[in-house]
């Protein structure tokens, strides 16, 4: 069996690390060609005919270049920064980032607010023309979300400001999360490393780990709380200028879906959580308790613990991976052989992980914690879903690959789903197999439970802060309230600096963080039990959905690949029915193990 290492390879990107003379001389010819644009854009009049289309087209394409760049850029930044929290050029290099990216934001102002003004009786002739009607939705799409927000000098200071209001914000939080240890068992333990441990088999671990995890996200907590209020405040301020009274309005049109949509997915979901408390009571039992706690609710079933090595790991995605699609298994293959992977168990990274594209050089790379549990092989298969559907839109203009989080969490959770139902159906042992489903059904839990509670809280909270700064004990409160109404009270000790802890209520790209996983989980749902049924010819059909991705909203995008409506209750009444056969097929296991002895 072919071995593969654990680190990934940065120097293909740009040779040298944060001190990269490569990296510094890219950054150079960056400002140098955004600085082109900025004056491409200055001297754009807008046409007044649809056969004036040569000034626009020439514009659109040095923006592509530019944004290839920036992203380029921004990528190599993000894992350079999560590789080593203590490197201090890196750090450097984050806020260099945000400097660049504030003054492509003023760019990108100035040019939607000239598009405004081209009358609409031009502006649709316009984008037939061959070069732009590549990128037509992009173009449309910008105009039209210009429209809604304020006139260019107000929108250029609220982004100048945002860098050292903002994103500083976002940028402190990262920090002090940086530095924080987890003293256990004589070690000092990074996040990341004491989070893995918070779904150890012994519950003295868990629970162990868990109070030291309190004590230190405890002792920061004003700090945190500065952090996330000021950032709330900063969007909030922003919304109230630009006459935005919904909370919800940037984050529904980030992720190009109707709030109607949104809320019949929470209804649905919310309908079907009663197997979900089944499930953990049942689940209680065979640990032997009354009820679990939050820490035991990721704490594996006997066998369960079955550990895999990084290759095992690999291989075993490869093998299950080509059943679905050979093209993925390829691309996944290379990225194994090609160390595009971090995955090293090591102190000094940051906690989480993630997956980012190099569209300039064509590659990805996968940052993450590998402990060789059932679960990190999963969260390897996930990223690597995220790589993959990159990976096909290479080829398309840089503007068509822009697809928001809640259809990026689609092929994801696809390429997750894959692997668990493998490792289920592969099971000879029925304790075995009693494991793995719990270990499946536990990414149901994840999505309709925990992932509901952030978007409960963060909602209440943003509600609250609109009326001022909300104390860390409130703070506390509003927590353990989103958990209990998401758990349905089927916990009996609860996370309450969840708030500070999870990373996703601090980023600065985009707020609500949260509800896009879910709609990725349930929607990439559909796409497997297409994949199923149809074997492998649906390969064809799953990439060109992909492809669609960028220039389309989800409800049409759903339309047109799925046959489905997404407003209506239909679609999540089939995708819950498709996890609650897990549980109930676990429920049914379980039972019968019990009667065995």
């Not at 439970?449 to 909270?461: A, G, K, T, V």
């Amino acid at each position: 069996m072919e071995t593969y290492e654990q680190k990934w390879d940065l120097d293909r990107i740009f040779d040298g690390g944060s001190q990269s003379k490569e990296l510094h001389n890219y950054v150079d010819d960056l400002e140098e060609k955004m600085a082109n644009l900025h004056w491409l854009v200055q001297r754009f009049t807008h046409p007044k005919n649809p056969e004036q289309t040569e000034e626009l087209s020439e514009l659109v394409i040095h923006m592509q270049d530019v944004v290839k760049r920036m992203h380029e850029f921004g990528a190599f930044i993000s894992c350079l920064s999560a590789q080593d929290v203590e490197d201090k050029q890196a750090q450097k290099w984050v806020a260099k980032r945000t400097e660049i990216a504030a003054k492509y934001s003023n760019i990108q102002i100035e040019f939607e607010q000239k598009l405004i003004k081209i009358d609409v009786n031009i502006w649709k002739p316009l984008l037939k023309e061959a070069e732009l009607s590549k990128v037509a939705f992009n173009l449309d799409e910008r105009r039209e979300k210009a429209k809604d927000k304020l006139v260019l000098d107000q929108e250029a200071i609220i982004n100048n400001l945002a860098v050292d209001g903002y994103h500083a914000w976002g940028q402190m939080y990262d920090t002090i999360v940086g530095k924080i240890k987890i003293p256990f068992e004589g070690q000092e333990l990074s996040v990341g490393q004491a989070s893995n441990k918070l779904s150890d088999s012994n519950r003295k671990v868990r629970k162990g780990v868990f109070e030291k995890w309190q004590k230190a996200w405890e002792k920061d907590a004003d700090l945190f709380t500065e952090t996330l209020n000021h950032l709330s405040g900063f969007r909030l301020q922003t919304y109230n200028h630009r006459g935005w009274d919904n909370s919800l309005k940037e984050p529904l049109a980030y992720n190009r879906m109707s709030e109607k949509t949104l809320n019949m997915m929470w209804d649905t979901i919310t309908k079907y959580k009663k197997y979900y408390k089944s499930f953990l009571n049942e689940k209680a039992g065979w640990l032997g308790l009354e009820k679990l706690s939050i820490y035991d609710v990721n704490a594996p079933l006997g066998n369960s613990e079955q550990k895999m090595n990084f290759s095992e790991g690999a291989h075993f995605i490869i093998k299950h991976f080509e059943k679905f699609s050979p093209l993925m298994a390829q691309f996944t293959k290379k990225a194994f052989e090609n160390r595009w992977i971090e995955a090293e168990d090591r102190p000094g990274k940051r906690p989480g992980g993630f997956c980012t594209s190099f569209p300039h050089s064509k590659e990805t790379r996968i940052f993450m914690t590998y402990s060789g549990t059932l679960s990190n092989v999963a969260t390897l298969a996930h990223e690597l879903g995220h790589a993959y559907h990159q990976h096909v839109m290479n080829d398309l203009p840089i503007l068509n690959q822009g697809y928001a989080m809640n259809v990026a969490e689609t092929a994801s959770t696809f390429a997750e789903m894959i692997v668990a139902d493998a490792a289920v159906k592969n099971a000879k042992d029925p304790h075995e197999k009693l494991a793995l489903l719990e270990d499946k059904i536990q990414r149901s839990v994840a999505f309709f439970m925990n992932i509901h509670s952030r978007y409960l809280f963060e909602i209440r909270f943003y509600n609250e802060r609109k009326s001022g700064t909300v104390s860390t004990e409130r703070l506390n409160e509003l927590m353990i309230e989103a958990q209990e109404e998401a758990y349905q009270d089927a916990l009996d000790e609860y996370d309450p600096t969840f708030w500070a802890s999870k990373l996703h209520f601090h980023i600065t790209d985009v707020p609500f963080y949260n509800f896009p996983y879910t709609f990725g989980y349930l929607f990439s749902l559909g796409i497997y039990a297409k994949a199923v049924e149809e074997g492998p010819e649906f390969e064809e059909k799953y990439i060109a959905l992909l492809q669609d991705t960028g220039v389309m909203n989800v409800e049409d995008l759903a339309k047109k690949h799925l046959e489905v409506n997404l407003e209506e209750a239909d679609f999540w009444e089939d995708a819950l029915k498709l996890c609650v056969a897990d549980v109930e097929e676990f429920l049914e296991l379980s039972a019968k193990l019990r009667k065995k002895g």
